[in-house]
């Protein structure tokens, strides 16, 4: 089974400061998908990011860029120019064969102004 | 932008009573998914649909749960006999292709069982 794992249950970042949650996971498949949510206190699941496993270059949506490291079975959200908005809880996902998402623990991100 | 919809968004329901969480998943999206989520806990799988029936659960989803999609649009699930640690957020979730792209959520279902 597939495992998940968010070591930083909160992190903090000064806001236009940049911030790296880290993720790593445990699985024996080659062909998967990894994601990032956001869940505000709305407690909406928003997602920030995707990335495909067989390809190497890294995804980038406006100021959410990941770190992934396949060998290593890592992967970072870097969020850039932190923004008030940006405070959520953020949790790391993962998608292989079985088609449905296991996640982390999640990490509290808070934004000080 | 297409959304998955949920309601209600907030029930509150007696012990041992039966409750029926529903969605409206993105149209032409295949693959339906409820997650549970427990207060300050990690979102958990419940269980999975495609072409008109279960495809995975997982052991949190007993006998005490059940999923249908009575017609071309709705998809529910229903919890026959409530209990107290059945209180969570419960999030339905749609994907077109199982995965790859992206599953949209809904805005959850806020669960209070008394």
């Known amino acids: 089974a597939q495992t998940v794992t968010q070591s930083q249950p909160e992190m903090s970042v000064q806001e236009a400061e940049t911030v790296t949650l880290s993720c790593t996971y445990d699985?024996?498949?080659?062909?998967?998908?990894l994601f990032w949510y956001k869940q505000p206190p709305s407690r909406q699941m928003i997602l920030v990011i995707r990335q495909e496993a067989y390809k190497q270059q890294n995804a980038t949506e406006n100021r959410f860029s990941v770190n992934f490291q396949k060998a290593a079975k890592s992967f970072s959200l870097k969020i850039s120019d932190s923004q008030l908005g940006d405070a959520a809880m953020y949790f790391c996902a993962y998608s292989g064969s079985a088609r449905q998402l296991t996640f982390g623990s999640g990490t509290q991100l808070t934004v000080l102004p | 932008e297409p959304e998955v919809t949920q309601t209600p968004s907030h029930q509150v329901t007696q012990m041992g009573q039966e409750v029926i969480l529903r969605c409206v998943p993105i149209?032409?999206?295949?693959?339906f998914y409820w997650y549970r989520q427990i207060l300050g806990q990690k979102v958990e799988f419940l269980v999975s649909?495609?072409?008109?029936?279960?495809?995975?659960k997982s052991e949190i989803f007993d006998d005490q749960f059940s999923v249908e999609r009575p017609d071309g649009s709705n998809f529910t699930l229903k919890i026959r006999s409530t209990k107290l640690e059945d209180s969570a957020m419960y999030f339905c979730?749609?994907?077109?292709?199982?995965?790859?792209?992206?599953?949209?959520f809904g805005s959850g279902t806020r669960l209070t069982v008394v």
């Open positions: 699985t024996s498949e080659s062909d998967y998908y």
């Open positions: 149209s032409n999206h295949l693959y």
């Open positions: 649909f495609y072409n008109n029936e279960i495809s995975e």
């Open positions: 979730a749609s994907s077109w292709t199982g995965g790859g792209y992206g599953y949209t």
